[in-house]
């Protein structure tokens, strides 16, 4: 097999491996605060996450230049079993943290198994380690804290902002071509109707049952399904790219042979997440869903504002970021503002401890298997 086929196979297993892991780190709010099933949550997040990846062909292009180039000695001559290589080491970890229901980082994955594969291929003077640093591990160590911070400065807004909304909803209703809010006691107030605006029209009961509503309404669940959808969109325009940045390893000015080329990787990066996405991702939701901390709607559209926009500003900026680092931390910080005691710590440990191991491990892996594709292919 061809070093280019393969490693473009690798690319759609990692995407699934991916899909399997990363779907949980946006939609487990919604489970977790009681606003959906597990499936439907899942499916949300597939569909938004497939959304990003075939976006980020468009926006994030620095963060293919970021994975693609300027980690080697321009001087050297790349093997081709390098990327394969690489792919092969983060895809297997990966998918062992995914059965088990560890939420681990495949940005953490990517990177141990290029610095493993890279020590075994060039030694320790073929990496350029300043910018392994600058690009990759200070935005790896630091984003944790961010989104830390973030979390407990954004919830107390949205938690104000949450207690004014809560009970109250927007109301589209086609029979009187009136926008309505409707306030937790069901009294009515016309906000836009056709033949004037600020005169009160009668036409529009002042009282009305939510439940015979016709039309679309907008309250706070809506802005926390919004919420999730913009935390999957940027999760996936985030980890595409690194992903397909694994075809362009070695190149001097990272630029793909042809546009229908790049297409067809994201697309098929986006596919493969959404197939491991939907069909794999329920048992590590689970573990952010419950296992973590209890959420309500206003904690969870808290973590998931905190996470899509560190992620998704990371992702323009072509610096990477851990999607599983930051929402995990989003959670931990919120659960905080209710006290220590509403943390399960055993569980935050297990995951601390899985992003410890993520980089040695994949590393290692990406290491014997450099070893075998570099002898038999």
């Not at 959906?36 to 926006?59: C, E, L």
């Not at 000695?73 to 560890?102: D, E, H, M, R, Y």
């Not at 802005?223 to 969109?233: D, E, F, K, N, V």
């Not at 710590?345 to 993520?358: D, F, G, N, P």
Request: with cysteine; charged share 10%; hydrophobic share 50%.
């Amino acid at each position: 097999m061809e070093y280019s086929v393969l490693t473009f196979v690798l690319i759609l297993m990692l995407s699934l491996a991916n899909g399997t892991n990363d779907v949980s780190k946006a939609v487990a709010t919604l489970v977790g605060s009681g606003v959906t099933t597990y499936r439907t949550a899942i499916a949300w997040g597939t569909a938004w996450t497939m959304v990003g990846a075939g976006i980020a062909a468009v926006v994030a292009t620095a963060m293919v230049k970021t994975f693609s180039s300027g980690l080697f000695q321009p001087n050297l001559a790349v093997p081709s079993a390098l990327a394969p290589a690489i792919l092969c080491g983060a895809f297997l970890w990966v998918l062992v943290a995914s059965k088990t229901g560890l939420p681990v980082s495949t940005t953490h994955a990517l990177t141990g198994s290029l610095a493993g594969a890279g020590l075994l291929a060039f030694g320790s003077e073929g990496l350029i380690w300043s910018t392994v640093l600058k690009k990759i591990t200070l935005p790896l160590l630091l984003s944790p804290f961010l989104a830390l911070g973030l979390s407990l400065f954004v919830h107390p807004l949205i938690k104000s902002l949450a207690g004014r909304w809560e009970g109250v909803c927007v109301c589209i209703m086609p029979s009187y071509r009136a926008l309505v809010r409707v306030d937790a006691q069901g009294c009515t107030r016309t906000l836009f109707q056709p033949g004037g605006i600020g005169i009160p029209v009668t036409a529009v009961p002042s009282q009305c049952e939510r439940s015979g509503l016709s039309g679309p309404t907008v309250g706070l669940d809506s802005l926390h399904w919004l919420s999730s959808g913009l935390a999957s969109l940027a999760r996936g325009t985030n980890d595409a790219p690194k992903i397909a940045a694994m075809l362009l390893l070695g190149s001097s000015t990272a630029m793909w042979p042809n546009t229908a080329w790049q297409g067809l990787t994201f697309a098929g990066v986006a596919m493969a997440m959404g197939i491991g996405s939907y069909w794999g991702g329920r048992r590590v939701t689970t573990v952010l869903a419950e296992r973590v901390t209890t959420m309500n709607h206003a904690e969870g559209l808290s973590a998931n504002l905190t996470t899509s926009s560190l992620v998704m500003l990371s992702g323009v900026l072509g610096l990477p970021v851990s999607t599983t680092q930051v929402s995990s931390s989003a959670i931990v910080g919120i659960g905080l503002l209710r006290g220590h005691a509403s943390i399960r710590w055993t569980t935050v440990r297990e995951m601390v401890l899985a992003w410890i191991v993520t980089v040695p491990v994949s590393g290692f892996l990406a290491c014997l298997a450099y070893f075998l594709f570099s002898r038999t292919l």
